[in-house]
């Protein structure tokens, strides 16, 4: 009899902590500060690997800024069409 | 690295509209929004006729960030303002803010129903995880994670529109103005964001 009460009383204790334990409270709108980004974070383009772009002539190191604003540069030189006629 | 930037030269635009369809093919933007456009003033007018490619010009102050009641909208370190689509409420503040009317709204519904704002992004994706299926799905292509330019400027076929570091493609323009025989003064470029010109004489025989 004992033994069968403690184990309904554990299964009630149980019950209560999952019961309770849903019940969290977390906050449902987002509380916003004025002028400052309030969305996620983004990757920079240069944290890329770039072999896993295709059809692409543009190489970096992967993670250096340097060498991706560079690759980009010479891109973008080839919109001048001057330098590729002359 | 400057600020990337867009610059059209409507010298050379000839309203073909591939600045548009590319966009459109890269990012798979559905009707009714136009993250790119071709201007044309003087329609029909002999010799008046000017068309201008638009879309969002990644000011750098944007007035669109300035409105944002929610505070969605980022720049980059490469200068590109983005948003956040999981913030935007729609509320088109951006859209009257803007002086190129860049902000669209997707219309799929009836009664007016205005989804949240979407727009030119530089083929810069937005705050997911770059080239990650989530990124394409609300923002489009992902370029500059892949070292390319924006597709409209890429594929323009008379380079009338060029895209990429401020710098690069103002050198680009005024090395054409010069070939054209004129100088910088011909447009407010170099005075707001190139260097310094050098005063020259028109080159002999050139045309306007």
Known sequence: MIALRKVVL???ALFVALGLGACGERDQVTVYKQGKYQGKPDTKPWDNDPAAAIYTTSKWDKGSQTSWEAAVKTRSLTQNEYTRAE | MARMKFLCDVERCIECNGCVTACKNENEVPWG???????TINDGIVGAEKSISVACMHCSDA??????????FYRT?????????????GCGYCFYACPFGAPQFPQAGAFGLRGKMDKCTFCAGGPEKDLSKEEWQKYGSNRLAQGKLPACAEMCSTKALLGGDGDVIADIYRQRV???GKGSEVWGWGTAYGKPDQPRAPAAGAKS
């Open chain 1, 10 to 12: 554990a299964g009630a």
């Open chain 2, 33 to 39: 929004v136009n993250r790119r456009r071709v201007v």
């Open chain 2, 63 to 72: 007035p669109c960030m300035a409105v944002c009641p929610v505070d969605c």
């Open chain 2, 77 to 89: 370190d490469e200068g590109v303002v983005l948003h956040d689509k999981d913030l935007c409420i």
């Open chain 2, 178 to 180: 010069f070939k054209r």
